[in-house]
Structures are given as C-alpha cells and as structure tokens.
C-alpha cells in the first residue's frame, strides 16, 4: 500500500496530494481543483471499487467536492454537492443503514451537519441539515455502542460540545 497525505489548501482553492516513495518521504505535490475555499478533506472509497477517493468541504461554495480516485495516485474531475452555510469538515461513513458510504459536512456558518446519502456509485442525495450549535468546524462519525456494520445506531458529534444526532433515519 503506498501511503499519501492530503491538504486542502484554502487560499489555492485545491488541494495538495503527496504521494508515498516507499522510502518514507513524499513525492512532490499533484494539485487537484476542488470548490472555493477548501477547509477540510476526508478519504475513503465512496463508489465501492476498492480505490480510495477523496471528498472535500469548501466553505465559501457551501458545497462538498467529491473526487474519484483512479488507483495511480491521481484523481478526476470533482463532482459538487450542496452542503449547508460555510462547509468546514467533512467525514465520509455509513450513516444510514443502507451499507453505502455517505457525508457528513460540519456546517459552520449555520451551526447545523449536514448529512449526504450515497448511492454506493460515488454520487449523493440531497443534504438533510441537523442542528448542532454554534459554529461547528469539526465532524466526525463513529459507532457508538460498538455495533459495527448495523450503521444506522451511530451518532455524529461535533467538537465544540457533546452535541448528538441522535438515530439517523433508515432511507
């Protein structure tokens, strides 16, 4: 597996891909466009053809940019998705039940998440806002009584304050 890092470069409007040498070191940056004003990236494979793809939070487009990976360090065109008022982070899991990848977009400028249902093809629904409280500049989604695959029982928390969504709907 060659490891990389990734950077959303939020002056540059893109971001910054480093892939691995296999010497502990980085080749030089590969710049990727993504939407304006990029605060934060996720990684995971939101398609389901084992290649790691690339979702994005751009808060001044107030969307998330979705890049698909092609296996050799590069990616595609970004696809762009609404998300809430000033996207600041962005986490990609299985949200609500369906075993397809979906997004969750900490909302900073509306003080809501914003959860985007995938499809399992790399391409996502329209967003349902939850309120979450001030500012959230942080997502992240985890399992939360250690169940696993059965998603729909998992919460999303923002860092300001243990502020739950509580059960994510089943589609």
């Known amino acids: 597996m060659t490891m990389a890092t990734v950077t959303a470069n939020f002056s ?22 993504g939407g304006k004003r990029p605060m934060s ?18 808060r001044d487009s107030n969307d998330v940019s979705i890049l698909l990976g092609n296996g050799a360090g590069g990616f595609g065109a970004a ?5 809430g008022k000033g996207a600041a982070s962005v986490v990609i ?9 979906d997004l969750a977009v900490g ?3 509306s003080g809501n998440t914003s959860v985007l249902p995938g499809d399992g093809t790399g391409t996502f629904g329209s967003p349902t806002s939850y309120t979450t409280g001030i500012e959230p ?18 919460r ?13 709907p089943d589609p």
């Open 41 to 58: 990236v996720a990684v995971g494979d939101v398609n389901g053809n084992g290649v790691s793809d690339l979702a994005i939070a751009n």
């Open 156 to 168: 999303l928390w923002k860092r300001q304050s243990v502020s739950p969504v509580e059960h994510l």
């Open 137 to 154: 500049r942080s997502v992240a989604a985890g399992d939360q009584w250690g169940l696993q695959n059965r998603s729909r029982d998992r």
């Open 93 to 101: 899991s299985q949200l609500n039940g369906d075993d397809h990848p």
């Open 12 to 33: 540059g409007d893109d971001i910054s891909v480093l892939l691995g040498d296999g010497t502990g070191s980085f080749a030089p940056e590969t710049r990727f466009a």
């Open 79 to 83: 696809s762009s998705y609404p998300a």
């Open 107 to 109: 909302d900073s400028a």
